[in-house]
């Protein structure tokens, strides 16, 4: 086992017949609303136990019309599509009141331009498990290991066709 796969061990990140425990950025859930593909496969798999701040609903339902009309879906039916994969998922949201003892340090370390992400870095550090999310910028800090989803889907050996 190399240092990186020990780091990832220690975060939670863990292989065989356990789930992966990650928290879940809300570009991952929006990539599994908007399309039905890879991403909508890994997170409907019951191979993952996953966590998300309550920004992440917000977000969604701040945006749901606008996002809806990407699919051709009004924003009801866009709201429901969310809450069936939120739930399908087995996403646990946690209230920010849980983790607000990393605000300060999670907001240090955030990239240039992506403040907004702090809650998602704060809560993987209160539950010190991998970030799973496809923003490049959040892999410039080391604080929290970001895990993306090639990455997740070679370390669960999925096929990706």
């Not at 292989?15 to 609303?33: H, P, Q, R, Y």
């Not at 890994?42 to 191979?47: E, F, H, P, Q």
């Not at 996953?50 to 866009?78: D, W």
Request: aromatic letters at 8%; charged letters at 25%.
């Amino acid at each position: 086992m190399d240092k990186e796969e020990l780091n990832l061990v220690e975060g939670k990140l863990i292989f065989g017949d356990e789930k992966l425990i990650l928290v879940v950025d809300t570009n991952i859930v929006l990539s599994a609303l908007l399309k039905e593909g890879l991403t909508r496969k890994i997170l409907l798999s019951g191979k993952l136990i996953l966590f998300s701040p309550q920004e992440l609903s917000f977000e969604v339902e701040k945006h749901a019309l606008e996002l809806g009309t990407k699919v051709g879906l009004n924003k009801e039916t866009f709201l429901l599509l969310f809450e069936f994969i939120f739930k399908k998922a087995g996403i646990t949201q946690v209230n920010h009141k849980n983790y607000t003892a990393f605000c300060e340090v999670a907001k240090s370390v955030c990239p240039f331009g992506h403040l907004q992400d702090w809650p998602f870095i704060a809560l993987a550090l209160k539950e010190n498990v991998p970030l799973w999310s496809n923003d490049s910028a959040l892999k410039k800090q080391n604080l929290v290991k970001v895990i993306t989803t090639p990455e997740l889907i070679q370390k669960l050996s999925l096929n990706p066709k």
